[in-house]
C-alpha cells in the first residue's frame, strides 16, 4: 500500500505557473506508474499527463507544451510544472499511481486527495 498526497495547488493570474506534488509514503513509488488527472465541477475527469518508471511521458491535448511531469524516484515524489496557465486549467488536481500504464485513470490504483488548481482571467 502507498498514500499520495499532492501539494502546491492555489491561484494564480492567467500566464502564471505553478509546480504541483505529489509525495508517497513509501518506496513502492518507484514501481508506480504515475499520473495526474484534473476534474473541473460537471465534467468528467480529464487525462493531463502520465510517466512510467522509465522516464518516458505523455500528455493530454489541451496541456501539451505547456505542462511538464517528472519524477524523482530518491525523493518518492511526482511534480508537475504548469506553465502559461489559462483559467481553462482550473479544476482539482489528482495524482495517480498503478501497477501498469493500462492501469493509470481507472478507479483502482492509488489515488491523492487532490489539490485546487484555480486561474483568473
Known amino acids: 500500500q502507498v498514500q499520495l498526497v499532492e501539494s502546491g495547488g492555489g491561484s494564480v493570474q492567467s500566464g502564471g505557473s505553478l509546480r504541483l506534488s505529489c509525495a508517497a509514503s513509501?518506496?513502492?513509488?518507484?514501481?508506480?506508474?504515475m499520473g495526474w488527472y484534473r476534474q473541473a465541477p460537471g465534467k468528467q475527469r480529464e487525462l493531463v499527463a502520465t510517466?512510467?518508471?522509465?522516464?518516458?511521458?505523455n500528455y493530454g491535448g489541451s496541456v501539451k507544451g505547456r505542462f511538464t511531469i517528472s519524477r524523482d524516484n530518491a525523493k518518492n515524489t511526482v511534480f508537475l510544472q504548469m506553465n502559461s496557465l489559462i483559467p481553462e486549467d482550473t479544476a482539482k488536481y489528482y495524482c495517480?499511481?498503478?501497477?501498469?500504464?493500462?492501469?493509470?485513470?481507472?478507479?483502482?490504483?492509488?489515488w491523492g486527495q487532490g489539490t485546487q488548481v484555480t486561474v483568473s482571467s
Open positions: 513509501n518506496s513502492l513509488f518507484r514501481r508506480l506508474y
Open positions: 510517466i512510467t518508471t522509465g522516464g518516458t511521458t
Open positions: 495517480n499511481g498503478a501497477g501498469a500504464l493500462s492501469a493509470l485513470g481507472l478507479n483502482g490504483g492509488y
